[in-house]
């Protein structure tokens, strides 16, 4: 048995995809257990840039199973354009890809009312998908899900009462009869889509650990966007970390092997909410072109700043990390002086852990160690020991401070373009 989990360290936007779909080679069946068409996973195939929300990158691999499981929240639209966006690439996900039957559902009412919300006095600053509402109407009892969906009556009936409970808040920016023609008008269609993939992929996960079979889960988001333990209320509504897969996907603790995550070689952040170590000048923009930094669902600029270890010695006790893949070493390459957070200073006082404050989280100030950066170039290097000998010591540094062995580290978004630190050519540790 081995059954993985790759989790995002930071605020998302770490490189899950290309990590994912790196390791998804060696997998069988590929889990998204919670989070929506939020996340934004760009990966590299047959070299073009490829942007995939909701569907895990795996199905990219022919012969590869796909799960979404309960944890996920699903809009039908945004997974049957996904879906025709796969077919019009020659690839058919049918046969080998499942959506959980208790997988709640966004429908057109979410989406408005994450807009609408977004207007008012707390602006988290979020996706606009919808993805906060749904949840809401999960926990509250409100929600409707796969199952609910493909049963027309229970779903008419469902969705009349949510209107109607909705409608004071709708009204605002939208009629609601304008609402119901949208979500009534895509419902044959939609449904006959989900039809074929809706199960009990619990069963289909529980079989797949019975025999063996490599296992892969892939979190969205990040753990400092998890609703209990990211920078709250700056966060989504689900819980990306290591411990979301057994709730969101409904497999116990003791099947889970391995926990990875990954993590960026600085940070970024996308929306709003606190971010220590945040580069408000010239160098935070340089990142970011460099980088690339602007988002995959949203298009908006991500904030760039220095790598955070109190963040990272956070994620990697949360989430009980075995290891860490670091990414986008490159993207370093020519800063003549590299930073890293250590710890943070609030009134004079010095924080070695993530502070739960909102206004602390906004107010402390990084403590920052300095080292000398590396201006040659990392293109092609395969081998630790190869990398300029400064890269070297940023990253002993960075897995010293954070406690965690590095097991990957990544120098571009091909999916060749990675050095694996014990040289062994099996992904699955
Ligand atoms: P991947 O999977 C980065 C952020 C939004 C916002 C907050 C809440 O690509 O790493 P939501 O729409 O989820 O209610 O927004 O979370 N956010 C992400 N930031 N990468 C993501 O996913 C994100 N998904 C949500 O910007 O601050
Ligand atoms: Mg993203």
């Given at each position: 048995m081995s059954t993985l989990v790759v989790v995002g360290?930071?605020?998302?936007?770490?490189?899950k995809g290309k990590v994912v779909h790196y390791l998804s080679q060696e997998a069988d069946l590929i889990v998204r257990y919670q989070g929506g068409n939020n996340a934004g996973h760009t990966i590299i195939f047959e070299n073009k840039p490829f942007v995939l929300h909701l569907i895990p990158s795996g199905v990219l691999f022919p012969g590869k199973k796909c799960l979404i499981t309960n944890g996920v929240v699903i809009d039908p639209q945004g997974l049957y354009d996904e879906a025709v966006l796969l077919r019009s690439k020659g690839l058919d996900v049918k046969g080998r890809f499942f959506v959980s039957e208790l997988a709640h559902l966004i429908l057109p009412y979410h989406r408005y009312l994450d807009i609408l919300r977004e207007q008012g006095k707390i602006r988290i600053g979020t996706t606009r998908r919808g993805i906060g509402p749904s949840y809401a109407d999960k926990v509250t009892r409100l929600g409707i899900r796969v199952v609910d969906y493909l049963d027309e009556k229970v779903f008419l009936d469902l969705l009349e009462r949510n209107l109607k409970e909705k409608a004071p808040l709708l009204k605002q920016i939208v009629p609601v009869a304008k609402v119901r023609k949208e979500t009534l008008d895509a419902y044959p269609k939609l449904r006959k889509f989900l039809k074929d993939f809706a199960t009990n992929t619990s069963l289909i996960l529980d079989e797949a650990i019975r025999k063996g079979d490599n296992v892969l889960f892939e979190s969205a988001q990040g753990t400092m966007l998890d609703l209990d333990f990211g920078t709250y209320p700056y966060?989504?509504?689900?819980?990306?970390?290591?411990?979301?897969v057994c709730a969101g996907a409904?497999?116990?603790?003791?099947?889970?092997?391995t926990i990875l995550g990954v993590v960026k070689a600085y940070t970024t952040r996308v929306g709003e909410g606190p971010f220590?170590?945040?580069?408000?000048d010239d160098l935070g923009e340089h990142l970011r072109q460099r980088g690339q930094?602007?988002?995959?669902?949203?298009?908006r600029p991500r904030r760039c700043g220095w790598f955070d270890a109190v963040v990272l010695r956070h994620s990697a006790r949360i989430n009980g990390l075995d290891g860490l893949i670091l990414t986008k070493l490159d993207c370093l390459e020519g800063i003549k002086s590299l930073k890293i957070c250590t710890a943070y200073s609030y009134k004079g006082k010095r924080l070695e852990e993530f502070p739960a404050s909102r206004q602390v989280q906004a107010e402390c100030v990084p403590i920052y160690e300095e080292m000398p950066g590396f201006d040659e170039s990392v293109k092609g290097i395969t081998r630790f020991s190869k990398l300029p000998l400064n890269a070297q010591r940023y990253i002993k540094c960075l897995e010293k401070l954070v406690g965690t062995p590095i097991k990957l580290i990544s120098l571009?978004?091909?999916?060749?373009?990675?050095?694996?630190m014990d040289g062994k050519t099996c992904l699955w540790f």
């Open positions: 360290t930071q605020w998302g936007d770490e490189g966060v989504t509504s689900s819980n990306p970390i290591a411990g979301g409904g497999v116990g603790p003791s099947k889970i092997n220590p170590t945040e580069l408000k930094e602007f988002g995959a669902t949203t298009g571009g978004r091909k999916r060749e373009e990675i050095i694996s």
